[in-house]
């Protein structure tokens, strides 16, 4: 069953997968969801691609959407739907059926680059050009725009450059810092100027991951605090178990915790070497991910309730399981020990659940 499931063909429903590299380079018949420092799709996707990892890069078709949040990302294949990307920097020469919405640090399209639809850009850098089906709208501290746009257009930078060989077949809205010259015949019709004063604030690209990653964490904190939700409601018991064992004994849950963990990633590595183990080896990880996330609840739900005994507040599991979860992710956050800290707090809840199964 195990073999059936993780060799069969991934067409047949939506494709999860995650690693430091991940290659999608076959024909996918629905929707292909990526996680990883490195991920390439040079297949054929017939659906929607969401990816998030550190380098994106996209050679092959994708008929639907592609939504990226990433550190580089690069397209020179064609998307059939719209692109949603946050980046630091994003390199864009291919194909979008319809609308582009980018937030990144640099933003550079060629001259082979078409967009059926709108583009909406926001970015430190931006160098513009191919062909635009509909609106381009790009704010930018330096832009450089030499493409052709069917609509209208408009264009925001603190150095703004429209190269001869631009075309802008509707109105055209720009402000600018300094006086730009538009080349006779680029626009079709109205032009429209505002000067501006030289920025300070100029969007960067840190700016951008400091803003993805913000919003990462509160997805994550409630993504944890619903998981705890359920595991109230489903295992009432053995949670409240679990919860109080932490507490009677941290070092011992901790130990049994830590061998555990070895011996988990042990016993997947040992069977990826003997390639037929990799399908159970795959699900043995991916049952130790949910093991560390439900740990991760546990030791909230213990802190949080430690945490109002000591100031002397009445308290239920809920007030316990959110305000448990929001200090965790606080300890965690910290420079040099938060990931110390993280680690034990998954040790000890790992120990305590062993012991509230086996008894």
Request: charged residues 15%.
């Amino acid at each position: 069953m195990l073999l059936l499931l993780f060799a069969g063909n991934a067409s047949a429903a939506s494709m999860f997968d995650a690693g430091d590299t991940v290659i999608i380079d076959d024909i996918v018949e629905d929707d292909v969801y990526l996680a990883g420092d490195t991920l390439i799709v040079s297949g054929t996707v017939l659906g929607d691609v969401v990816a998030t990892g550190g380098t994106v890069q996209i050679d092959g078709n994708i008929t639907g959407d592609l939504i990226v949040a990433a550190g580089d990302v690069t397209i020179t294949g064609s998307i059939g739907d719209d692109i949603r990307v946050a980046c630091g920097n994003l390199e864009l020469s291919g194909h979008v059926g319809d609308d582009l919405l980018v937030t990144a640090g640099s933003v550079s399209t060629t001259e082979t680059t078409t967009v059926g639809g709108d583009t909406t850009i926001r970015s430190g850098d931006a160098d513009i050009a191919g062909n635009f089906g509909g609106l381009l709208d790009v704010s930018a501290g330096e832009l450089m725009f030499s493409g052709n746009v069917e609509g209208d257009a408009i264009l925001d930078a603190t150095d703004l450059t429209i190269e001869p060989d631009s075309s802008i077949k509707g109105n055209l809205e720009y402000s600018s810092s300094k006086e730009i010259s538009i080349p006779a015949g680029t626009v079709g019709e109205e032009i429209k100027s505002e000067r501006t004063e030289q920025r300070e604030d100029v969007f960067d690209g840190d700016g951008v991951l400091k803003v993805i990653s913000f919003i990462g964490k509160i997805a994550y904190y409630l993504f944890l605090f619903a998981l705890g939700v359920i595991l109230i409601l489903v295992f009432p018991e053995k949670t409240e178990e679990i919860v109080k064992d932490i507490q009677q004994e941290p070092f011992k849950n901790i130990a049994v915790g830590l061998l555990l963990l070895i011996g988990a990633i042990i016993g997947s590595f040992v069977l990826m070497i003997t390639i037929i183990g990799i399908p159970i080896a795959l699900l043995l990880l991916l049952l130790l991910f949910i093991v560390l996330l439900i740990a991760k609840v546990y030791t909230a739900m213990w802190l949080g309730e430690i945490t109002f005994k000591k100031a002397g507040f009445n308290y239920n599991q809920w007030s316990v399981l959110a305000v448990g979860l929001f200090l965790l992710l606080i300890l965690t956050e910290l420079p040099f020990v938060g990931g110390i800290i993280s680690l034990l707090a998954t040790l000890v809840a790992m120990g305590s659940m062993y012991f509230a199964l086996k008894y």
